[in-house]
């Protein structure tokens, strides 16, 4: 294209969101029950999902109708443009085209309120009004926020402690869309007394701050729980992502090769690579190449193993087949560039499993110098965990350049960083060093995770 961006039509919006598991030349292993070990049914999440969302869960319809209450807030920021980052292309001398889809135009400046929207509208239909939900960085507490604001729910959001202390602007932007955020050990369930009993320094980690929402969830009939990332249904509603990248780079005639995404739970590279990666099973493209970025702090893709686990730290939630550092996982404090949780989609972890989609780790000094390159390039200040599919862009740019191919990539965009400059701060300061999760540590709590 000639344009640097290109964005479509309101009127373009997609109407229905891909389901992945409608086309997978090998079905999800199932999800387990925490005590009996035995495949749940529906009545298993009842006390946590609305059913909309857990039949969401193992549909197997290839496509799912969005709500028009859904597609009319999607609006207030859908579609997002598609951009082709010319300058970074020229400052890099490479043949590659790169594209991306950013999604940091949203209110709470990331891709999450795609699903935090559709999940807080499921949940009022069924009646409820009550959501608790936990939150890393913030940028889920505040997308969850958002959309109880626009649906009329009472939020509340556990905040894993290190976050809440350092990034206290997260929390008030919660609290301005009217949600409660409180930090993570907490003394209000059993989970978080427990934890602050062995330890009352915990600095939290996202999956205790899970077993303290589920645990708070699961014990009142008016609350249900709300996940922001790694559950199919997750995946299905940020699959807009990449149903409208697709339509436009149809638009402007151009189809990716390599396409990449920073990975936390999955959710925001999934979105982006799934409607693609259809392609690549039905034999279409049988060569894009579909690469996820991810810290060497928590390489739960390219160390963890491939294995039932649970989904927080008291092993409460039903277990997943996935790729899994061992729930017991407490991140490096060191470590500064978020995607900070031990396990990893289902849907992606077998795709990979699979052989359709590739994973690569990368330090924290080398994501924080693609961010600063990229933004004084293109201008726009991504956040941290974005920076590693930058990062990961730039080492694929810089392969074309050697060999002189001009390969199409397109990467997410997930969300900005004007919430975290305190990260730059330190890595402009020269605070910053890197970190490798010890392989010893991994083995260790694989000890820990359930045996079936
Ligand atoms: C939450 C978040 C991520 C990581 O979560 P995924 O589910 O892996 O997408 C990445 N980028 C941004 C901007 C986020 O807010």
């Given at each position: 294209m000639k344009q640097v961006k290109y964005t479509l039509d309101e009127k373009q919006i997609p109407t229905e969101w891909y389901n992945i598991q409608a086309d997978l030349p090998k079905p999800l292993p199932p999800v387990l029950h925490p005590g009996t070990k035995e495949p749940i049914g529906p009545q298993d999440l009842a006390p946590l999902f609305p059913m909309e969302l857990i039949k969401q869960e193992v549909s197997t319809e290839r496509y799912i109708e969005i709500p028009e209450e859904v597609r009319d807030i999607y609006r207030l920021w859908r579609p997002t443009t598609l951009y082709r980052a010319r300058r970074l292309e020229k400052a890099l001398d490479t043949p590659a085209k790169i594209y991306y889809k950013y999604e940091g135009t949203s209110p709470p400046g990331s891709h999450k309120p795609n699903t935090s929207v559709a999940q807080a509208y499921y949940n009022k239909k069924e009646g409820i009004n009550r959501i608790t939900t936990e939150t890393g960085a913030g940028q889920w507490g505040s997308a969850l926020a958002f959309a109880g604001a626009c649906f009329g729910i009472e939020i509340k959001v556990y905040m894993v402690k290190i976050s809440y202390q350092q990034k206290p602007y997260r929390r008030v932007m919660m609290e301005t869309w009217g949600a409660k955020c409180i930090p993570s050990p907490s003394e209000e369930t059993k989970a978080g007394r427990d934890m602050l009993a062995k330890d009352p320094d915990c600095t939290g980690s996202l999956g205790l701050a899970i077993s303290e929402a589920v645990e708070e969830a699961a014990g009142r009939e008016d609350t249900k729980y709300s996940l922001g990332s790694v559950l199919n249904h997750v995946l299905l509603h940020q699959t807009v992502v990449g149903l409208e990248a697709k339509k436009a780079m149809e638009e402007i005639g151009d189809y990716p090769d390599i396409i990449i995404g920073c990975v936390g739970g999955g959710s925001n590279f999934a979105g982006l690579f799934l409607p693609f990666?259809?392609?690549?099973?039905?034999?279409?493209?049988?060569?894009?190449?579909?690469?996820?970025?991810?810290?060497?702090?928590?390489?739960?893709?390219?160390?963890?193993?491939?294995?039932?686990?649970?989904?927080?730290?008291?092993?409460?939630?039903?277990?997943?087949?996935?790729?899994?550092?061992?729930?017991?996982?407490?991140?490096?404090?060191?470590?500064?560039?978020?995607?900070?949780?031990?396990?990893?989609?289902?849907?992606?972890?077998?795709?990979?499993?699979?052989?359709?989609?590739?994973?690569?780790?990368?330090?924290?000094?080398?994501?924080?110098?693609?961010?600063?390159?990229?933004?004084?390039?293109?201008?726009?200040?991504?956040?941290?965990?974005?920076?590693?599919?930058?990062?990961?862009?730039?080492?694929?740019?810089?392969?074309?350049?050697?060999?002189?191919?001009?390969?199409?990539?397109?990467?997410?965009?997930?969300?900005?960083?004007?919430?975290?400059?305190?990260?730059?701060?330190?890595?402009?300061?020269?605070?910053?060093?890197?970190?490798?999760?010890?392989?010893?540590?991994?083995?260790?709590?694989?000890?820990?995770?359930?045996?079936?």
């Open positions: 990666v259809k392609d690549k099973i039905d034999g279409t493209k049988p060569d894009i190449k579909i690469i996820s970025a991810e810290p060497f702090s928590c390489p739960t893709l390219t160390k963890g193993n491939f294995t039932y686990d649970f989904g927080d730290v008291s092993g409460n939630t039903p277990l997943l087949k996935m790729n899994t550092l061992g729930h017991g996982f407490i991140p490096p404090p060191i470590h500064a560039g978020g995607l900070r949780y031990h396990g990893m989609a289902p849907i992606i972890s077998h795709l990979m499993d699979l052989g359709l989609v590739e994973a690569k780790a990368i330090h924290q000094l080398d994501i924080f110098k693609a961010g600063v390159q990229f933004a004084q390039h293109e201008g726009i200040i991504a956040a941290p965990e974005t920076d590693h599919a930058i990062a990961a862009v730039v080492e694929e740019a810089d392969k074309c350049k050697e060999s002189g191919e001009a390969k199409t990539i397109l990467f997410n965009l997930s969300g900005h960083g004007h919430f975290d400059m305190s990260a730059y701060e330190d890595y402009l300061a020269g605070k910053l060093q890197n970190y490798e999760y010890p392989q010893a540590l991994i083995d260790d709590a694989m000890k820990e995770i359930p045996q079936l």
